[in-house]
């Protein structure tokens, strides 16, 4: 990784590149499967992949511990989002029982330049991020789903990610070891 | 979508006005950043993603070429916009000088590292990148040494040589780092005499 110049730079891509990259990944998602829910699960899937591996450097990175509770995973899952999107959403709408929350994004980097067609209400076009909360989550024994519930590309003024706690994955024995 | 209901019982839905893409300014001098590690992350998913569709090495660079060139038609009016108040190029050398410099530097930060014309061809020219952006974290297998993930990136290029009238192929390879190859029509050279 030797690299001259700004190194600051070399570690960031410019966001369009992004966009355009997961644009043109969502329309060929679309041309290859006939339904929108196999589009989304298949993102969510391919965000499960990312998560899995994001989280290793994100760990490395930050230098996290393991969280306390969820409000801190929370705040972890926020500072993740502003080191890789350079966003912070907001996080509100607490359960009263502590194990849901919101994100609320204003802005969002994938939603530049896109618009959906009027034939593809359903489709989720940021469901990456769900498949991405629940890989990184799952690596660190969290088990959590999160799902879209406003969008701004179906009109709404802002895009609220609904993330749940369900359960805390316990270390089990791998199998044939006694 | 809200809906209200008045005192006589109509009821009036508001249709919250979508704000059109088209609305937003496209010439934001603020460049967004984002980590390199999830981009490195979300074309390995798009790779992969390519290589389970296909069966043989060259369908899937096809298909990523393919991919690549979906992304190549939408950078051209945006940046030309950009860089040439909306002035398109027509002389061959100023638009692959275009590439090499503009598109290069709003796509991945940074100028193109050569750009040459082959001696022996005319119709040919060769873009040259030490290391490039998305062959960065991929070792290729032994098995499949052909295989150059640039290619995208040579889809991009193509679909904008060939949406401003310059009709070409171009192919990505392994030489001096990542070269990408391009050949032009006959036509487009005569026509540039």
Known sequence: MARQGNRLDSK????????????ALVSQLMKDYDNVEDVNKQLDRMGYNIGIRLI?????????????DFKETAEKIQLGFRIYLGISPNISNWSASGDE????FETNPMLEFVELPDNCTNLKYCNVLTGVLRGACEMIQLDITSKFIQDQLKGDNVTELRVKFIKTIQDA???GED | ??????TTGITISVIQPKTSILDKPINTKVKHEISINLYALLFSELVQYCQNKSLSVPEFQTKLHEV???IGAKLIDINFYREKNGKREIKLLNMLQFIKINLW???FGKECDKLERANDDERTYYLIEQESLVNKFISVPKDKGSLNCAIFVAGMVEAVLNNCGFKSTVTAHWHKGTTYMIQFDEQVIARDK
């Open chain 1, 12 to 23: 960031k891509v410019n966001s369009e590149l992004f966009t355009l990259t997961y644009g």
């Open chain 1, 56 to 68: 290793e450097d994100f760990l490395a990175r930050t230098q996290s511990t393991r969280c306390q």
């Open chain 1, 101 to 104: 929350f919101s994100l609320i």
């Open chain 1, 173 to 175: 024995i791998p199998a």
């Open chain 2, 1 to 6: 979508m809200n809906s209200s209901t008045n």
């Open chain 2, 68 to 70: 690549g060139q979906s």
């Open chain 2, 105 to 107: 530097k709003n796509i």
